[in-house]
Protein backbone atom coordinates (compact mmCIF):
# COMPACT_ATOMS: atom_id res chain seq x y z
CA UNK A 1 0.00 0.00 0.00
CA UNK A 2 1.25 3.42 -0.46
CA UNK A 3 1.23 5.27 2.76
CA UNK A 4 0.24 9.30 2.52
CA UNK A 5 1.82 11.25 5.48
CA UNK A 6 0.46 14.88 6.17
CA UNK A 7 2.23 17.36 8.21
CA UNK A 8 1.56 18.93 10.57
CA UNK A 9 -0.90 17.06 12.09
CA UNK A 10 -2.52 19.87 13.23
CA UNK A 11 -2.48 23.93 13.46
CA UNK A 12 -3.40 26.84 15.30
CA UNK A 13 -3.84 30.15 12.67
CA UNK A 14 -6.03 33.60 12.66
CA UNK A 15 -8.38 34.37 9.91
CA UNK A 16 -6.81 35.89 6.83
CA UNK A 17 -3.85 34.04 7.16
CA UNK A 18 -1.96 31.97 4.58
CA UNK A 19 -1.93 28.01 5.64
CA UNK A 20 0.02 25.38 3.93
CA UNK A 21 -0.68 21.60 4.52
CA UNK A 22 1.92 19.44 3.06
CA UNK A 23 1.06 15.54 1.82
CA UNK A 24 4.17 13.08 1.14
CA UNK A 25 3.69 9.78 -0.78
CA UNK A 26 6.15 7.01 -0.09
CA UNK A 27 6.17 6.28 -3.98
CA UNK A 28 5.22 8.53 -6.75
CA UNK A 29 2.42 8.89 -7.19
CA UNK A 30 2.25 11.35 -10.62
CA UNK A 31 -0.44 13.59 -9.86
CA UNK A 32 -2.66 11.13 -8.57
CA UNK A 33 -3.55 13.18 -5.43
CA UNK A 34 -6.86 14.65 -4.45
CA UNK A 35 -7.63 17.20 -1.34
CA UNK A 36 -10.71 16.73 0.91
CA UNK A 37 -12.46 18.97 4.05
CA UNK A 38 -13.88 17.72 6.52
CA UNK A 39 -15.97 19.28 9.46
CA UNK A 40 -17.35 17.87 12.15
CA UNK A 41 -20.46 15.18 11.85
CA UNK A 42 -20.66 16.05 8.06
CA UNK A 43 -18.52 14.09 5.40
CA UNK A 44 -15.78 14.95 3.50
CA UNK A 45 -15.77 17.18 0.79
CA UNK A 46 -13.59 17.46 -2.49
CA UNK A 47 -11.49 20.27 -2.78
CA UNK A 48 -8.74 19.62 -5.15
CA UNK A 49 -8.58 16.76 -7.66
CA UNK A 50 -5.59 15.83 -9.53
CA UNK A 51 -3.39 17.73 -7.52
CA UNK A 52 -3.78 21.25 -8.49
CA UNK A 53 -7.62 21.08 -10.30
CA UNK A 54 -10.02 23.07 -8.67
CA UNK A 55 -13.56 21.32 -7.91
CA UNK A 56 -16.25 23.23 -9.35
CA UNK A 57 -17.86 25.76 -6.54
CA UNK A 58 -14.71 25.73 -4.57
CA UNK A 59 -13.94 28.72 -3.04
CA UNK A 60 -10.70 30.19 -5.13
CA UNK A 61 -8.52 30.46 -2.12
CA UNK A 62 -7.58 26.86 -2.32
CA UNK A 63 -5.11 25.56 -4.24
CA UNK A 64 -2.87 22.55 -4.30
CA UNK A 65 0.08 21.96 -6.51
CA UNK A 66 2.85 19.44 -6.55
CA UNK A 67 3.82 15.84 -8.12
CA UNK A 68 5.61 12.92 -7.66
CA UNK A 69 5.89 11.94 -4.09
CA UNK A 70 5.33 15.62 -1.88
CA UNK A 71 2.43 18.15 -2.58
CA UNK A 72 0.45 21.01 -1.19
CA UNK A 73 -2.41 22.16 -0.26
CA UNK A 74 -2.59 26.32 0.33
CA UNK A 75 -5.67 27.90 1.92
CA UNK A 76 -4.66 31.82 0.82
CA UNK A 77 -6.64 33.60 3.17
CA UNK A 78 -8.30 31.74 5.88
CA UNK A 79 -12.10 32.09 6.27
CA UNK A 80 -13.55 31.28 9.69
CA UNK A 81 -15.89 28.61 7.44
CA UNK A 82 -12.10 26.99 6.82
CA UNK A 83 -11.32 25.93 10.13
CA UNK A 84 -11.69 22.08 9.82
CA UNK A 85 -10.06 18.79 9.29
CA UNK A 86 -7.80 18.59 5.88
CA UNK A 87 -6.97 14.79 4.18
CA UNK A 88 -5.19 14.13 1.58
CA UNK A 89 -5.81 10.74 -0.74
CA UNK A 90 -4.17 8.86 -3.53
CA UNK A 91 -6.09 7.37 -6.08
CA UNK A 92 -2.53 5.95 -8.22
CA UNK A 93 -3.68 3.06 -7.59
CA UNK A 94 -5.52 0.73 -5.36
CA UNK A 95 -6.23 0.38 -2.12
CA UNK A 96 -6.19 4.09 -2.66
CA UNK A 97 -5.17 5.38 0.77
CA UNK A 98 -5.70 8.34 2.75
CA UNK A 99 -3.47 11.10 5.40
CA UNK A 100 -3.80 11.41 8.48
CA UNK A 101 -5.60 14.40 8.62
CA UNK A 102 -4.55 18.00 9.48
CA UNK A 103 -6.76 19.92 11.79
CA UNK A 104 -6.69 23.28 11.25
CA UNK A 105 -8.05 25.08 14.49
CA UNK A 106 -8.55 28.74 15.27
CA UNK A 107 -5.42 30.50 16.94
CA UNK B 1 -27.85 17.20 -7.87
CA UNK B 2 -26.48 13.75 -6.83
CA UNK B 3 -27.55 12.38 -3.61
CA UNK B 4 -26.16 9.72 -2.48
CA UNK B 5 -28.02 7.90 1.19
CA UNK B 6 -26.98 5.30 3.15
CA UNK B 7 -29.01 2.77 4.64
CA UNK B 8 -28.96 -0.51 6.81
CA UNK B 9 -29.09 -1.81 10.51
CA UNK B 10 -26.87 0.56 12.91
CA UNK B 11 -26.12 -2.43 15.32
CA UNK B 12 -24.58 -6.24 15.01
CA UNK B 13 -23.68 -8.97 16.96
CA UNK B 14 -19.73 -9.67 16.72
CA UNK B 15 -19.26 -12.39 14.16
CA UNK B 16 -22.31 -11.44 12.06
CA UNK B 17 -22.52 -9.67 8.72
CA UNK B 18 -23.23 -5.59 8.15
CA UNK B 19 -25.47 -4.96 5.22
CA UNK B 20 -25.05 -1.72 3.74
CA UNK B 21 -27.12 0.16 1.06
CA UNK B 22 -26.44 3.11 -0.74
CA UNK B 23 -29.28 4.43 -3.06
CA UNK B 24 -27.85 7.21 -5.47
CA UNK B 25 -30.57 9.53 -6.87
CA UNK B 26 -30.33 12.80 -9.05
CA UNK B 27 -28.37 10.93 -11.69
CA UNK B 28 -27.66 7.46 -13.27
CA UNK B 29 -25.44 5.20 -12.31
CA UNK B 30 -23.91 4.26 -15.42
CA UNK B 31 -20.62 4.50 -16.23
CA UNK B 32 -19.24 5.55 -12.64
CA UNK B 33 -17.11 3.77 -9.48
CA UNK B 34 -18.46 3.70 -6.50
CA UNK B 35 -16.85 3.29 -3.62
CA UNK B 36 -17.41 2.24 0.60
CA UNK B 37 -15.33 4.01 2.95
CA UNK B 38 -15.23 4.24 6.48
CA UNK B 39 -14.24 6.15 9.13
CA UNK B 40 -13.82 5.52 12.63
CA UNK B 41 -14.59 7.51 15.73
CA UNK B 42 -11.75 10.17 16.33
CA UNK B 43 -9.58 9.02 13.97
CA UNK B 44 -9.02 8.79 9.80
CA UNK B 45 -10.46 7.70 6.45
CA UNK B 46 -10.27 4.26 4.99
CA UNK B 47 -11.21 2.79 1.38
CA UNK B 48 -12.68 -0.25 1.66
CA UNK B 49 -13.32 -0.31 -1.62
CA UNK B 50 -15.59 -0.08 -5.11
CA UNK B 51 -17.74 -1.49 -7.39
CA UNK B 52 -17.78 -0.23 -11.43
CA UNK B 53 -21.37 -0.48 -12.77
CA UNK B 54 -20.35 -3.10 -14.87
CA UNK B 55 -20.14 -5.48 -11.50
CA UNK B 56 -15.71 -5.26 -11.72
CA UNK B 57 -14.49 -4.73 -8.18
CA UNK B 58 -11.49 -4.20 -6.52
CA UNK B 59 -11.18 -4.38 -2.33
CA UNK B 60 -8.89 -3.59 -0.07
CA UNK B 61 -6.77 -6.34 0.83
CA UNK B 62 -7.30 -5.64 4.33
CA UNK B 63 -10.99 -6.27 4.36
CA UNK B 64 -11.02 -8.37 0.97
CA UNK B 65 -11.53 -12.32 2.74
CA UNK B 66 -14.69 -10.48 4.39
CA UNK B 67 -16.02 -7.92 1.39
CA UNK B 68 -18.74 -8.31 -1.16
CA UNK B 69 -19.96 -5.72 -3.38
CA UNK B 70 -23.08 -5.60 -5.58
CA UNK B 71 -24.80 -3.34 -7.94
CA UNK B 72 -28.31 -2.77 -8.77
CA UNK B 73 -28.66 0.07 -11.24
CA UNK B 74 -31.91 -0.41 -12.34
CA UNK B 75 -32.96 0.38 -8.40
CA UNK B 76 -29.63 2.99 -8.52
CA UNK B 77 -28.46 1.00 -5.66
CA UNK B 78 -25.12 -0.79 -4.51
CA UNK B 79 -24.31 -2.54 -1.56
CA UNK B 80 -21.70 -3.57 1.03
CA UNK B 81 -21.57 -6.93 3.05
CA UNK B 82 -18.57 -7.34 5.59
CA UNK B 83 -19.15 -10.30 7.40
CA UNK B 84 -17.32 -12.06 10.34
CA UNK B 85 -17.20 -8.38 11.99
CA UNK B 86 -15.43 -7.47 15.27
CA UNK B 87 -16.16 -4.29 17.63
CA UNK B 88 -12.69 -2.62 14.97
CA UNK B 89 -15.09 -2.56 12.16
CA UNK B 90 -17.41 0.13 14.42
CA UNK B 91 -17.16 3.32 12.74
CA UNK B 92 -19.15 5.67 10.36
CA UNK B 93 -19.51 4.27 6.88
CA UNK B 94 -19.75 6.59 3.82
CA UNK B 95 -20.63 5.47 0.09
CA UNK B 96 -19.15 7.39 -2.96
CA UNK B 97 -18.66 8.47 -6.29
CA UNK B 98 -16.26 7.96 -8.38
CA UNK B 99 -16.28 9.49 -11.50
CA UNK B 100 -12.89 7.87 -13.71
CA UNK B 101 -12.65 11.28 -15.42
CA UNK B 102 -10.37 10.73 -18.26
CA UNK B 103 -8.42 8.16 -15.88
CA UNK B 104 -8.48 10.74 -12.82
CA UNK B 105 -9.85 9.24 -9.60
CA UNK B 106 -11.81 11.01 -6.48
CA UNK B 107 -14.69 11.31 -5.02
CA UNK B 108 -17.35 14.44 -6.14
CA UNK B 109 -20.24 13.17 -4.01
CA UNK B 110 -20.57 11.77 -0.55
CA UNK B 111 -23.65 9.98 1.33
CA UNK B 112 -24.09 11.65 4.76
CA UNK B 113 -22.39 8.60 6.17
CA UNK B 114 -24.21 6.36 8.98
CA UNK B 115 -22.75 5.35 12.45
CA UNK B 116 -22.60 1.13 12.14
CA UNK B 117 -22.00 -0.72 15.88
CA UNK B 118 -20.72 -4.06 17.24
CA UNK B 119 -21.73 -4.90 19.90
CA UNK B 120 -23.04 -8.00 22.24
Known amino acids: DIQMTQSPSSLSASVGDRVTITCRASQSISSYLNWYQQKPGKAPNLLIYAASSLQSGVPSRFSGSGSGTDFTLTISSLQPEDFATYYC?????????FGQGTKVEIK | QVQLQESGPGLVKPSETLSLTCTVSGGSMSSYYWSWIRQPAGKGLEWIGR???????NYNPSLKSRVTMSVDTSQNQFSLNLNSVTAADTAVYYCARDPGSSGWYYFDYWGQGTLFTVSS
Open chain 2, 51 to 57: IYTSGST
Open chain 1, 89 to 97: QQSYNTPQT
